[in-house]
DNA sequence: CAAAGGGATTGAAAGGTTTCACAAACCTGG
DNA sequence: CCAGGTTTGTGAAACCTTTCAATCCCTTTG
């Protein structure tokens, strides 16, 4: 039952040979590996120590070709070092987990030819799907990749057909909390800080924060916009350093951050020019990341539900392939205003 | 030229079907695919337009069984969530790329059972190399499959033998740094805050502090342990809680964290106490996360060199596949004293 | 005691690609 | 116009597993 290491590996053990080594015929040795109770305990005794002996590893891509799909899931993230994904991840692998498959991922990094690249070598492994947070959700390559038979599920954004299923959070509903707290709380001077431009989510965000100054009584003009680039920490610095620079008469006495970490450059700016949180600006962020609690000020923020949004996600992409006729769902998740120091006067 | 996409889809196409449609052998195909200089531009032209038409998409399975291996890496990260490995990961995925590569991520999230599974998996799919920050680096089953035959190397830790490729950062240098940076400043009761015992990294990192303490002529109590659990920022906040706690006479004046979220933890703490950071307390945190330069005390660090640490892993692995007659490689990166506001009175 | 039934095992086919030795067609220059 | 070389294209084998109908052997039943 020993065995030698050393030289050169003569070649790595198939089924075949540990049928050899067992005395069994090969289909024996498959039974023993997918229907054991199909197997006489003796036989199967003789395989697996055969097995053993020979370090046997089974070889996923003929399995794969046999049966025409993997076991694999992937996730195509936008960013990989945005704790909000790796959340969304993280919700995901429990769906996988429980359903003994693996989740892979794959990180965009916002580059389109990045994810165009993943993709491609995801349809080639045939991954039983893909769950994707995308640089655009209108492409058409991924509804390509839906007609050509790997299901595609949507994550956190909302594409324009109704080609693949999709999970999202309400961005307008998220925007209208946030402000109307901020309202609450005695501002009627609001800065939106977030390139409402360019992303979609951001737009939503925004036109939420409009609708609860609309609620309130208060016109458009009460939201006063400081348009960044990205949604960096370094976005958030210089942002605050333009909203130091207004005359008090218009500065803002409260900010709406498009995310967390605009958030967190803005309260930076803030300790760098003694501006004091909450007390001289009230600030909300967006996300709720792990740091939006653990700032110096603890900030206000909206939960977006991440790790269900994953979970979800990926148990829609098991149902696709499961049931036997499938309606692409479009699940909207409703976030909620988590209240911090960062508000509280 | 134009394509029915009514009906339940016949099966996907394969090069058989390509070769049909394209009135070409198989091998043509499969030339126009992998030599495409060895066909002539009439022959290619025809095959590739049968492939457009019949929405072919390579099977990586096949190619794989027929090839032996994968043009896959895998980096099974110890904690997806924590920013320093997706950076780690990131620099991977820039070697990847160069290689012609996919680089998929597995999350093993600190736990044993779920790194077994992804490994499990990943040799199973005879992924070309395994990257990996084990949860425990002395793990037999990382031999095994080294032996095995799938290339493993091991990133941030530094494994007992020499069975693997391994890279890693000083810690005990690293420590050395920050604690020396503390003295200079005029400190010499620090506090030590991190889970020693059990990690043998921050066991590394304290040790330098107690050699940079030598090194000055202070003694191992000028040294305050405050021992956590873990490495969160919750672990940070209680820490900083317990050192609020100590009499005045006692209290350090500095603290070596043993991570930036411990030290943003801290630092929280700090500011809900009152206490100034650098003025009545000065905090060193490890591994200049983005989140250390953007807490609102912009916070001094000791950085890794994390995408480089990443890219020369997965270079090391590429050269182990690459190489005919391979020697195992340790690389050790030195790392570097970040200063900033939390530190400079 | 024969036949039926059932559990265990077998053998061969199939799955899609790559590779490689080989055949066919074409070209060069003598 | 042919020998020899080059360029294109071909066909079959191999990679390793799974599946399924067929076989075998043993037990049970009538």
Redesign the pocket.
Known sequence: MTVQQSGAEP?????????AAA?????????V???P????P???AKVEAAMAELR????????Q????RSRVLAYVMLDGSNPFFTDVAAGMEDAADEGDLSLFLCNSAHQPSREEAYLGRLEQQRVQGILITPVDPDAPLLREIARRGTPVVVVDRTPDGTEHCSVAVDDVYGGEIAVRHLIEQGHDRIAFIGNHTTVGQVRDRRQGALRALQAAGLGPDHLVDLTTTALTVADGRGAGERLAGLPAAIRPTAAFCANDLVALGLLQTCATLRMRVPEDLAIVGYDDIEFAAAAAVPLTSVRQPRRRLGRTAAELLLAETTETSHEHRQVVFTPELVVRTSTLR
């Open positions: 070649r790595a053990a198939g089924m075949k040979d540990v049928a005395g069994v015929s090969l289909g024996t040795v498959s039974n590996l997918n229907r109770d199909r197997v006489s003796a036989t199967r046997f590893v089974r070889n996923e891509s003929a399995r070709l046999r049966a025409g």
